[in-house]
């Protein structure tokens, strides 16, 4: 459990550091994007045949980091839209 906390805040980070721009989120949202995402990377890689949904390989890592990305951007819109409404 803490190796996939751990393995969440790595992958949250690093989408946080490929997406341009200053992003307005703690370390806990980095870490909450990074553990969702790694789930999803996960889950996609267990469909692939290529691993468990815990167990995160290249794929599942390489799809975790994608998800997050995509996660982030979508928080980000979420706050754009509450600050200005």
């Not at 307005?24 to 692939?48: C, D, K, Q």
């Not at 390989?57 to 819109?77: M, P």
């Amino acid at each position: 459990m803490i190796g996939f906390i751990v393995a969440g805040l790595i992958i949250g980070a690093l989408a946080r550091l490929i997406k341009p721009g200053k992003q307005r989120i703690g370390l806990l949202w980095t870490l909450l994007l990074g553990v969702v995402g790694s789930v999803i990377g996960g889950t996609v890689a267990n469909l692939l045949g290529t691993g468990d949904i815990f167990e995160l390989n290249v794929l599942g890592f390489v799809v975790a980091v994608i998800a997050s990305l995509v996660l982030l951007g979508v928080v980000e819109g979420l706050a754009g839209a509450r600050r200005k409404g």
